[in-house]
């Protein structure tokens, strides 16, 4: 409060009233384990919360094992999920199996799920802006538990919730749980067979994009692994308007600066010198091998809204088997570079046309240890970037005419 307490008349913060009134229910921290999370109340409730989700799916049953029966564990894990501004708005418990102990032929048989590629969302996105539908997204509660199994399954008891009467009892999963391998598998099947019953069609390249047209309008169903995309609340990272969508990552930039403490660091207005070619510089000082995979698959799950930062990220990510400081340097010039544009997206304009057209270019024996040249494409949907790649040959050209050969094959290879 900003004033005299005393005084009728205050002035408070926007969100001083809901940050105190929403702190009681919820814990600021994350337990280590277990034992840590059952000395707070808001975390036994978090897995409370998640057993009645185990209990109204009837995910499982409590029953004497069998013969032979080598129960696979169970393990908590504990995440704080935050609002848009950083407060943490809910606590969640979420009991996983630990996948490790399953063995190949006796546990488990088939654990392939589709998984929706960044193409597909992107051209999704592009269509939908195009034509002026508006996008929605649902997040499904617990959607693995959703998933029925034919395998027999036994998992042993979650752990600080152990039965007094029947300790020695483990459960047999009806419905997956997450961390088993057919987990992804169950859920699809079960949404899927949902779609197909309702008149969906699904799409004959991509598995998880479902088509249903009735009464002359159109609805689009794409399929993430525990999220649904259909075609409201926007999904964080996609803002809708009149004039298109634009979709960005400023909020996780600004936490993996954050993370690595590069949230004070000097910007740079481009992600790497033009006169930059990293070799394996061999006479410099090696660095933790750990923190430079780390920020690098920091900054690759970034290149799906940042095209502009493609070259420079796997550039660096060839020497992610031994960094040396040279090669940190320049990942975190692109970082810095990241400071000085966090909100730089991609953006899908309202009525752009849909025709497909791609671009490709090469330089030649830009590797300077092996010589190889790189190849770069991008593929539009009217005026909507839709796909880029940022790679090196796989062979070495002769000539800088086979380098833009090599390069303009795989452009028409993803058109096509």
Excluded at 75 to 80: A, D, L
């Amino acid at each position: 409060m900003i004033g005299d307490i005393h005084q009728r008349v205050t002035r408070s913060s926007v969100n001083s009233l809901a940050f105190f009134s929403h702190s009681a229910y919820v814990a600021s921290f994350e337990p280590r384990d277990v034992s840590h999370a059952l000395f707070d109340p808001n975390w036994v409730n978090a897995m409370h919360e998640e057993l009645e989700n185990f209990e109204r799916n009837n995910v499982w049953d409590l029953v004497e094992p069998p013969p032979n029966c080598c129960p696979i564990g169970t393990k908590w894990v504990f995440k704080n999920k935050q609002g848009k501004d950083g407060m943490v708005v809910r606590n969640k418990a979420r009991l996983v199996a630990q996948s490790f102990c399953q063995k190949k032929g006796i546990d488990y048989e088939e654990t392939f799920a589709p998984v929706a590629r960044f193409e597909a969302i992107r051209i999704l996105l592009a269509f939908a802006a195009s034509k002026g539908f508006k996008l929605q997204q649902m997040d499904v509660k617990s959607a693995f538990l959703n998933g029925f199994i034919e395998e027999e399954v036994y998992v042993r008891q979650p752990p600080g919730f152990e039965s007094a009467r029947f300790s020695d009892r483990v459960y047999k999963s009806r419905k997956a749980l997450y961390g088993l391998k057919q987990a992804p598998r169950a859920w699809y099947a079960r949404l899927k067979s949902f779609l197909l019953k309702s008149g969906f069609v699904m799409g004959s390249l991509d598995k998880t994009l479902f088509l249903l047209s009735r009464g002359g309008g159109t609805l689009i169903v794409q399929i993430y692994v525990d999220d649904i995309i259909f075609g409201g609340s926007s999904h964080a990272l996609i803002k809708q308007g009149p004039e298109g969508t634009f979709v960005h990552q400023a909020k996780y930039t600004r936490d993996i600066l954050k993370k690595i403490e590069m949230g004070d660091s000097k910007p740079m207005t481009t992600p790497m010198s033009t006169n930059t070619a990293l070799d394996a510089d061999e006479d410099g000082e090696a660095v933790d091998q750990k923190e430079f995979r780390g920020m690098i698959s920091s900054l690759l799950y970034l290149t799906v809204t940042r095209p502009n930062i493609q070259f420079a990220v796997c550039l660096c990510a060839r020497y992610q088997a031994s960094p040396w400081t040279s090669h940190r340097q320049a990942v975190k010039r692109i970082f810095r570079y990241l400071k000085f544009t966090p909100e730089l997206g991609l953006w899908y304009s309202l009525g752009s046309s849909l025709f497909l057209g791609g671009f490709s270019d090469a330089d030649h024996a830009g590797c300077r240890i092996d010589r190889k040249s790189t190849s770069g494409t991008c593929h539009l949907l009217g005026t909507s970037l839709v796909s880029w790649s940022s790679r090196k040959q796989a062979s070495v050209s002769l000539s800088t005419t086979e380098a833009e050969y090599i390069a303009a094959a795989c452009c028409c290879s993803q058109l096509l």
